[in-house]
Nanobody, 115 residues
Framework: QVQLVESGGGLVQAGGSLRLSCTASGRFFSHSPMGWYRQAPGKQRDLVAQVFSGGTVNYADFVKGRFTVSRDNAKNTVSLQMNSLKPEDTAVYYC?????????WGQGTQVTVSS
């Protein structure tokens, strides 16, 4: 069984930075894409950033130039460095991994950006 454990998050003022980290454990396809989604109250869960084992990354338009996703294949970790945070970035952020067609999710970590 795959487990995703997140750390980071919290409360920050607009313009500030936060870093999220996620460690995957269990058996999963080593080339599985890993990344981050977020969900604000009353809204759908949206992709934030995704990184493949070879280094290819995808970003949502609303975070381009502000967020950076990185991956350590040896440690099975994925991180999200969030800079220039805005109040609209407030959401629960979820670590995500797809392996053999199955979606796995972390428990979620709250990010709150005050104006």
């Amino acid at each position: 069984q795959v487990q995703l454990v997140e750390s980071g998050g919290g409360l920050v003022q607009a313009g500030g930075s936060l870093r999220l980290s996620c460690t995957a454990s269990g058996r999963f396809f080593s080339h599985s894409p890993m990344g981050w989604y977020r969900q604000a109250p009353g809204k759908q869960r949206d992709l934030v950033a995704q990184v493949f084992s070879g280094g290819t990354v995808n970003y949502a338009d609303f975070v381009k130039g502000r967020f950076t996703v990185s991956r350590d294949n040896a440690k099975n970790t994925v991180s999200l460095q969030m800079n220039s945070l805005k109040p609209e970035d407030t959401a629960v952020y979820y670590c995500h991994l797809v392996s053999y067609g199955i979606d796995y999710w972390g428990q979620g970590t709250q990010v709150t950006v005050s104006s």
